[in-house]
């Protein structure tokens, strides 16, 4: 929909794209949301996957609408245009000048580019300055014609440097080996039109502090989901029970995690652990005294099964309270956790929730 300026004079309908730093955003957050999604796929600790994950996805829309948003308002401001809408007036002092055959090279280490350019830092803390431009176009042979712009937000911070600092024209006439003489011209100048969006609506500062403010509600959220996910786990229905999980002798494995990094039990009693392997991967779960240690008790080291929802029973005698440890002999590194034996710890089979599937006989593993 994009019209070029025509020669008519009237550029109302060209809508142009202002510079933007929502595509920026766009990736950025894309890149988070990848990098979070991996994370959440492969590392074993799921405690800050799923906070991380929640960030990720509130960032990426929140980068998707606000360019979105942002495209509606330039939409709008276009629209706008047509209808004759006030702008804000700048001011732009533009000077123009040649410099002599063969001195492009010194003025710009060392002479009146070099100088030029400089000016920009005590440019800056001038009320109403925006910007310097230096623009040259280097001639092979003969003199290089060069453009110095600055740009005022209004005519008091043009007036005021004029008067008060050295301009331009001061820089210039200390160089008057490198400028062709008489090549000095200066225009004051009001700026019509401009696809430079001065008046930006929503700083970028503020725009990032909403996004971290955000993101870290997004944080939160995935740290919800996390909380309510380790709640609901492995209960098979009812009500969550957060203090005394339904059944804590039922371990969930995927690829590559279990779905406990701790299992509770009480001394010297016959416990019998599910094992359901979810995960596509062959797993098995076996209870050790350290790690890399011995296995803690006859029977206390399951088989290993095939994925797919498949399940297997492991049952043994508890030792005496004390702190041990569980992993999976094909994933010993990402696949581990604790087993405490305390006293008045849960015992028994865990089969099931009280009242679903009780009395059923552990069948003895490996
Ligand atoms: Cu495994």
Known sequence: MDHQANAHGEQHDVHLP???????????AALFLGGALIYWSRVDDQTFAGPLLGAAIVSTLIAVFGWAYEDGQMRKKAAEGAHGQPKPTRYTQVVTFALAEGKLDQARKSGII?????SDNQ???LDGFQ???IIV???ATGPSQVLVETTWSDREGLATYEETRQTMLDIIAKHTDEVVPGTVQVFDMEVIRDTKDVTFRFGTGA????????MLGGFMIGAGLNLFASESTGTGGGTPQPTVPANPFRVVATDNRFDKKEIVAGPNAEITITLVNNGRAKHNIHFTTTKGGP???PGAEGEIID???TETKVTFTTPGVGEYYFLCDLHPDQMNGIFRVVEGGPVGTGEAPAGAGAGTTPTTGG
Request: glycine fraction near 12%; hydrophobic fraction near 45%; aromatic fraction near 6%.
């Open 18 to 28: 202002d510079p933007s730093i929502w595509p920026l955003v766009v990736g950025v």
């Open 114 to 118: 070099h100088d030029l350019e400089s």
């Open 123 to 125: 440019l800056r803390d």
């Open 131 to 133: 910007d310097l431009r």
């Open 137 to 139: 176009s280097p001639a």
């Open 207 to 214: 725009a990032f502090t909403v996004i971290a403010g955000l």
């Open 295 to 297: 296995t803690l008790a």
């Open 307 to 309: 994925g797919g929802g």
